[in-house]
């Protein structure tokens, strides 16, 4: 069910985020503060209001360029600021200004929505700007359309994205560690355990890491163009892997009520089959995770991929009326 955010409740978190922008760009922000920050951005619609703000600052070219001197703590936990060029006089009181001059004369209307699937629901939502998406089932995700900005935020689950171009606005999907930029393509975004998979199924996509880097010496943040036919993961730590081919007919297969997987790890499988089931499934064995497994059945007979594995793979499955656990079996002792 679609909720728009009360009129008055978005003006108040648009204040909010007046006032943390303030704040962070006059360079004296305490450690508490950004602590604060932090937590206040945790929150999808504060995270959307502050990067819309943001966003019409980087629109504007009448207006000088501010970049923030900070501690590197700081420039961590203020991720989502650009670099700016440093102006003469109080940081604070320019952006003031500037906060007040956008506000009344650039403020730019956001249409802010939620959707969320229940187990076993899959739903197709038509965007304000014409594009489509198809929400897998167990998903949450929240849309921001505006005149400057398309965004989405995948909050758990994932979804196919049939986005309409649009050669002024970026469209970027936020899932996991992963941020997803297009003009106007056909992509399938999955939110695993361990990683982000990012298929594209027409166009391309440009994919980064939100990986920040520690010190001069870690590993900086990675980008990757996807093509057509093309797919990559971007795991939890940071990192994105190989670009590969991949099999539109499997990968997409759940759009259809299946489930198909050619090479795949057990711990993947079962978070995909659990978003259909009512008693859902565990992996009591951490070792039985990454167990690669071929298999392919309609999303309400998951039970076969369980007969499956238990006639083929060392495990044990064990049913209750609240769950199914697989387990690895036990080694029986020579007597």
């Keep these: 069910m679609t909720q728009n955010i009360n009129k008055s409740l978005q003006e108040n978190i648009d204040d909010q985020a007046q006032s943390w ?6 360079g004296e922000a305490t450690e508490q503060d950004q602590a604060d920050f932090q937590n206040w951005m945790n929150e999808p619609s504060h995270k959307a209001s502050f990067e819309m703000l943001d966003g019409l600052w980087e629109s504007l070219d009448i207006v000088p360029d501010i970049e923030i001197i900070s501690s590197e703590e700081t420039r961590q936990n203020t991720r989502y600021l650009r670099s700016r060029k440093l102006m003469f006089g109080t940081i604070g009181a320019v952006a003031a200004s500037i ?4 506000m009344i004369n650039f ?5 802010e929505n939620h959707y969320a699937t229940k187990t076993g629901e899959v739903r197709t939502v038509g965007l304000a700007d014409g594009s489509k998406v198809t929400l897998r089932a167990e998903t949450s995700l929240f849309t921001i359309i505006s005149k400057n900005r398309r965004t989405v935020i995948i909050e758990h689950g994932g979804a196919y994205f049939e986005v309409k171009r649009d050669e002024g606005r970026y469209f970027r999907v936020t899932a996991g560690d992963a941020e997803i930029s297009v003009l106007g393509t056909v992509f399938d975004v999955l939110e695993g355990p361990q990683d982000v998979t990012v298929s594209v199924n027409e166009g391309s996509v440009l994919v980064e890491n939100k990986f920040e880097a520690i010190d001069e010496s870690s590993s900086m943040r990675q980008t990757v163009q996807l093509k057509a036919g093309q797919q990559v993961k971007a795991g939890k730590q940071g990192s994105l892997s190989s670009v ?3 099999d539109a007919g499997d990968v997409l297969a759940w759009r259809n009520g299946r489930l198909s997987y050619k090479s795949a790890r057990l711990e993947d499988i079962v978070a995909d089959i659990n978003r259909y089931r009512k008693i859902k499934i565990y992996i009591a064995d951490d070792s039985l995770k990454d167990l690669n497994i071929m298999s392919s059945f309609n999303v309400d007979n998951s039970d076969q991929m369980l007969r499956s594995i238990a006639n083929t793979e060392d495990v044990v499955i064990t049913r209750s009326s609240e769950k199914i656990i697989i387990s690895k079996k036990k080694k029986q002792s020579l007597q």
């Design 99 to 102: 906060l007040i001059f956008i």
């Design 21 to 26: 922008m303030v704040l962070l760009y006059s």
């Design 244 to 246: 590969k081919a991949f």
């Design 107 to 111: 403020y730019d209307p956001v249409t």
